[in-house]
């Protein structure tokens, strides 16, 4: 299926309960977020929703997922790729002055009094302006060499240029599109879509909140970190003298200026877990909004499954895409380690192979060189649900990671994890600060690439059936307790349906009424 065409005139859609600002995910990218978008739409069949897609551009897209009965509306917004608009617009000189203190301050870590100026000034002119006036006029011309001499004069003019534009691009289009109606404003990120929610509040004075799965600002640094482009002024980038901005300095405190401006407006700032919540502390959000949220899974499928203990060898297994982020390679290396405690344990890779085929062909030569052929078996993508009654421990030894669903599903059906020390796990394994009943831990942390660690801790689980007991009991009820499906659904049908019968409040700047 095509995207149809976005609709402008917001008359034609009735007002929804909900707005989900999503950038360059649900309905048109699958898995991960995506898939949580459409779960959540679907697991709040009461509630109508109206989804904006923030898209880099507007060529030709498939829906991945069928849209939902109670969605309402589907409309894009093209963040590089604004509509070209008429070329003389009257007062632009005037606008662009006003602007420009305000567009500086967003480029260096504003506050959402900037926000909220652009806002204001822009409001008048929403449906006249577009490409030719704020990219290519003259007038936008001439505040690009100001800006450009009152911010990073000594980066690559060419770069600021593009980077001007892109930046610029981005704002505008999130600014300037037309707004659904809704009760509540969901964003699923901080960045442009982020930026939206803030402006939807704004405007409406409706509540916004914000749900961070990975946290957008610094999977930006990451990215900007690494831009080759970026490093224009490499003399100064590699001298000890850093007083002086450069272009990556001006994207990262773009970005940062976004998520300060959704943290100050949003009612609740959601994240999947603990860890993520210093980081947002970093770019400015309030502590008091600060809320942990976990993606759960069906904990009575998982729970449902039964034991196969009878008549097979000791068994682990990694759950997993063979690709370098889930470094397979120490799991066949601690696997070595195991086997010189546990001679006759067995050993699954369970997952696909082709998205990386070089180095799935290096694992199983790792495979042949540790002499490991007749322990550990490639088996390819499987339903979970199959193999679980056989493991008796799931090793994860990602290097990086959000919050790993299949700890929670082996969980579930009474499998202990040994995982790496990233993203969630060591919450899942071992309980949350807020955890009401310690239930201690349901497995083990281990470091980064160490296999004889990780060999040692899946070890163990086989070895010692008191503490593979203990281990298994504590990971099933703190799934049960906190990362069911069902119990998440609850939580969001709650967020949803108290903003949504919040009365209408005057536009804020600040958000505070909203905490």
């Known amino acids: 299926m095509t995207t149809p065409e976005p609709s402008v005139d917001f008359a034609n859609f009735p007002s929804s309960d909900v707005c989900l600002l999503l950038e360059g995910t649900y309905p048109y990218v699958s898995g991960g977020v995506s898939t949580w978008v459409n779960d959540l739409i679907r697991a709040q069949p009461h509630l109508t929703f109206h989804c904006v897609a923030l898209l880099a551009d507007r060529r030709t897209r498939a829906f991945k997922y069928p849209i939902a009965d109670n969605v309402v509306g589907l409309t894009h917004v093209y963040l590089q790729q604004p509509a070209a608009g008429p070329q003389r617009v009257r007062g632009l000189k005037k606008l662009f002055d006003a602007l420009e203190p305000s567009l500086l301050a967003i480029q260096a870590r504003g506050s959402i009094d900037d926000l909220a100026r652009i806002v204001e000034l822009v409001a008048p002119y929403r449906t006249k302006l577009g490409a030719e006036t704020l990219l290519n006029s003259q007038t936008a011309w001439n505040a690009l060499v100001r800006m450009y001499h009152g911010s990073v004069p000594d980066c690559s003019f060419l770069d600021y240029f593009w980077t001007w534009r892109a930046q610029l691009g981005g704002l505008f289009a999130a600014l300037l599109a037309p707004l659904p109606q809704a009760r ?12 939206m929610a803030a402006r939807a509040h704004l405007e409406t004075g409706r509540p916004c909140f914000v749900t961070e799965h990975g946290i957008y600002t610094n999977e930006r ?3 900007i970190t690494m831009a080759d482009w970026l490093s224009a002024n490499r003399p100064r980038m590699l001298a000890v003298d850093r007083s002086r901005r450069d272009l990556k300095d001006l994207w990262i405190d773009t970005f940062v200026s976004y998520s300060r401006a959704i943290y100050s407006t949003a009612s609740a700032i959601v994240t999947l877990y603990e860890g993520n919540q210093a980081m947002q502390r970093r770019d400015g959000a309030p502590p008091e909004r600060l809320r942990v949220i976990p993606n759960g899974i069906d904990y009575d499928a998982y729970a449902a499954v039964p034991r196969a203990d009878e008549g097979r060898k000791p068994t682990v297994a990694l759950i997993g895409r063979v690709v370098p982020i889930k470094d397979v390679k120490t799991f066949i290396r601690a696997v070595a380690a195991v086997k010189r405690e546990v001679p006759d344990v067995e050993a699954l890779v369970l997952g696909p192979e082709d998205e990386d085929p070089a180095y799935a062909a290096e694992c199983r030569d790792l495979v042949r060189i540790l002499a490991l052929e ?39 059906a009474g499998v202990p994890t040994v995982a790496t ?15 009401v009943e310690k239930l201690g831990p349901g497995g083990e942390i281990t470091g980064l690439a160490d296999p004889a660690a990780t060999g040692r801790a899946l070890a163990r689980l086989l070895r010692d059936k008191t503490w593979h007991a203990r281990c298994a009991a504590a990971i099933k009820r ?5 990362y069911n499906k069902k119990t998440i659904d609850g939580i969001y049908r709650t967020l949803y349906e108290s903003y949504r019968d919040k009365p209408t409040q005057a536009p804020s700047r600040t958000g505070s009424e909203a905490a």
């Not at 020390?421 to 955890?435: F, I, K, P, Y």
């Not at 703190?478 to 906190?482: G, N, T």
């Open 184 to 195: 509540v404003y969901h964003t699923i990120s901080t960045g442009y879509a982020g930026l």
């Open 221 to 223: 640094r990451i990215e």
């Open 374 to 412: 007749g322990t550990l078996r490639f088996m390819g993508r499987q339903k979970l649900t199959d193999w679980l009654g056989r493991i008796d421990a799931l090793a994860l030894t990602s290097v990086s990671e959000a919050q790993p669903l299949v700890i929670l599903e082996g969980g579930a």
């Open 421 to 435: 020390d990233v993203g969630a796990c060591r919450e899942m394994l071992e309980g949350r600060s807020d955890e």
């Open 478 to 482: 703190r799934v049960e307790l906190y």
